[in-house]
């Protein structure tokens, strides 16, 4: 394809483009693996994300999970 062509659509439709690419990704991950695996797949790079975010914002690990699993439910 022409290089101009693929410059002038990311700029003009950057979201569509990824959108595009991010579905036709998940696509064939559901076709290779199946829905569930990819439900499974998707999950965890989801929580890799918020995990990662998280780091990125200098929260520390301790009141992460303090957050998410209270004291008191701790044995």
């Not at 595009?20 to 890799?48: E, H, P, R």
Request: proline share 1%; hydrophobic share 50%.
């Amino acid at each position: 394809m022409n290089l101009k062509l693929l410059e002038n659509l990311w700029q003009d439709h950057n979201g569509k483009t990824v959108g595009a690419i991010i579905g036709m990704f998940v696509g064939i991950l559901i076709i290779v693996f199946g829905l569930f695996n990819t439900l499974f797949i998707v999950a965890c790079g989801v929580f890799g994300y918020v995990i990662g975010k998280r780091v990125d914002e200098e929260e520390s690990i301790v009141e992460m999970i303090d957050r998410f699993w209270p004291f008191h439910y701790r044995r």
